[in-house]
């Protein structure tokens, strides 16, 4: 069974600071990586995805991958208070020994003071 | 508009009075899938649906029961509901199972909060 590791924080930082969330995956044969944001009382929604070594950015955001550390993160530049909420590491996996699943972290909430 | 649908949206009921949580999704979706969401255990699949009348356990199938007799519809029936089952249930669904592993792209209903007392 995969597992994927968060900091469940509260990560606090302030208006315009760079937010770093991090996630760390046990299966070392995990090819595709994604974020999701979930504000409080909201479902969870897709906000970023990566699949190779590197750096991924989009707007604000910035995905990192680092497969032989098993380690993924997500940056968020100028963070505004429209950013706090919570942000889900996943990756696809089976459950009960078949099937298909997106496999979540516990979850990082992140908190923007103005 | 595309989305998923649950109904209800909340729900306060007692140990033992079967119940059903509806999910409807209007994308010609072949994936479904239930989760529920708990305080420090995060989100973990309940069941979930390849396609219609191919339904299978997730990690936390006890207690739990599915259909998909349609291709829109995935409802979760609690046959006794235990204080247990208390939580923030979410349906999702996928254009294929093959997607959640291309694209991780889940789309999410808005949650169905239980209370079993």
């Known amino acids: 069974q995969k597992e994927v590791e968060q900091n469940s924080g509260p990560l606090s930082v302030p208006e315009g600071a760079i937010a770093s969330l991090n996630c760390t995956y046990s299966d070392r044969g995990s090819q595709s990586f994604f974020w999701y944001r979930q504000y409080s009382g909201k479902s969870p929604e897709l906000i970023m995805s990566i699949y190779s070594n590197g750096d991924k950015e989009d707007g604000r955001f910035t995905a990192q991958l680092n497969k032989a550390s098993q380690y993924v993160s997500l940056l968020i530049r100028d963070s505004q208070p429209s950013d706090s909420a919570t942000y889900l590491c996943a990756v696809p996996g089976v459950s009960n020994q078949a099937g298909t699943a997106l496999i979540f972290g516990k979850g990082t909430t992140l908190s923007v003071s103005s | 508009e595309a989305q998923v649908t649950q109904n209800p949206r909340y729900l306060i009921t007692v140990t033992g009075k079967k119940l059903t949580v509806t999910c409807s999704q209007n994308m010609n979706h072949e994936y479904m899938s239930w989760y529920r969401q708990d305080p420090g255990l995060g989100l973990r699949q309940i069941y979930y649906?390849?396609?219609?009348?191919?339904?299978d356990k997730g990690d936390v199938p006890e207690g739990y029961k599915v259909s998909r007799k349609e291709k829109r519809n995935f409802p979760l029936i609690l046959e006794s509901p235990s204080p247990n089952q208390t939580s923030l249930y979410f349906c999702?669904?996928?254009?294929?199972?093959?997607?959640?592993?291309?694209?991780?792209?889940?789309?999410f209903g808005e949650g169905s909060r239980l209370t079993v007392l």
């Open positions: 999702a669904s996928s254009l294929r199972g093959l997607a959640v592993w291309d694209t991780g792209e889940l789309f």
């Open positions: 649906s390849m396609n219609v009348e191919v339904t």
